[in-house]
């Protein structure tokens, strides 16, 4: 064989081989940096999910700004992330009533967590209108919501081991700076007058909010948005505004305003003005990006404008 072609032959394979090996060199680095693939349903989750997975996790929450989870089905691009994640997070408690069939099918293929089911009962606030239902709004709470989201440290841990001391620092972390928000929270919402510490909003989403800051809350609604209301619920809301001089009512992100500006015009039939005290986020977060698009910036927000119109 002509010696010119023996040496070209030979130039090729050595190419062709060192193509192979750093291919595969890529391979195996691609693979290191390899994430935990979370899907969570409502934003409070995923943002908790990120304090504590850190750079292992990839989060992917379903339900963003302004969704209701009361009312939410899962669409076919959900359906996706549940089925391409590595660990799946939701609330529980009934709060995502309409998907509790694909949880119980995720839950037979993956780790699948109902986070706040982890709770011992005898925390958990009951459904006035049902006994036998427990409020799932645990999130206000924030000591619940830490025992909460000790499922999602230790479901990581369960999940990635090699990483166990990472997710417990972050969690150690993130639990210290919602001490110092509970701290806050107690601090600026002890400064609303007796007389006043009444919270009207469109549903009741702030009973653990309430009862952890001494606040009468009343909700047009039940504790889902699934149920219905009528024109006695609106009167005798408006009653109350009239008969205790309460000046101020709040919208929800996730909920139409339909309902409480309903309560606003029926008490100005009766010559009493009330306003709307501002927007608080219940059952989701603000817009990502945004300090109300934290579990934090979110419960600070809230506090704020609770305080703002009722002080």
């Known amino acids: 064989m002509n010696k010119k072609l023996v040496t070209l032959i030979g130039m090729v394979i050595i190419l062709i081989g060192g193509l192979f090996l750093s291919g595969c060199g890529t391979t195996v680095s691609e693979s290191a940096d390899d994430k935990i693939v979370v899907t969570t349903t409502i934003g409070q989750i995923g943002d908790a999910v990120k304090n504590i997975g850190g750079d292992h996790v990839e989060v992917h929450s379903l339900m963003g700004p302004g969704v209701d989870p009361h009312l939410y089905k899962a669409k076919q691009s959900d359906i996706g992330k549940l089925q391409e994640a590595d660990i799946i997070f939701y609330s529980g408690l009934h709060l995502e009533g309409k998907m509790l069939e694909i949880f119980e099918k995720m839950n037979k293929e993956k780790p699948t967590y109902a986070i706040s089911d982890s709770i011992p009962k005898d925390k958990l606030r009951k459904d006035a209108a049902d006994n036998t239902a427990m409020d799932p709004h645990v999130w206000f709470d924030i000591d619940l919501w830490k025992i909460a989201l000790e499922q999602v440290r230790d479901g990581l841990i369960e999940k990635d081991p090699d990483n166990k001391e990472d997710y417990i620092k972050n ?141």
């Open 171 to 311: 969690t150690e972390k993130y639990f210290a700076e919602l001490d110092e928000l509970k701290a806050y929270a107690a601090k600026e919402m002890s400064m609303i007058p007796d007389e006043q510490r009444v919270l009207v909003t469109a549903h009741d989403a702030f009973n653990y909010f309430g009862a952890k800051y001494d606040l009468q809350v009343m909700g047009l609604q039940g504790l889902s948005t699934d149920s219905e209301y009528g024109l006695a619920d609106v009167q005798s809301l408006v009653n109350t505004l009239v008969d205790r001089n309460i000046k101020a009512v709040f919208v929800e992100s996730s909920i139409s305003e339909k309902s409480i500006n309903a309560v606003i015009a029926g008490a100005k039939d009766k010559g009493h003005e009330v306003s709307i005290g501002g927007e608080l986020f219940s059952d989701a977060m603000g817009k990502e990006g945004t300090e109300e698009g934290t579990y934090i910036g979110m419960y600070r927000h809230n506090v704020d404008t609770i305080v703002e119109a009722l002080k």
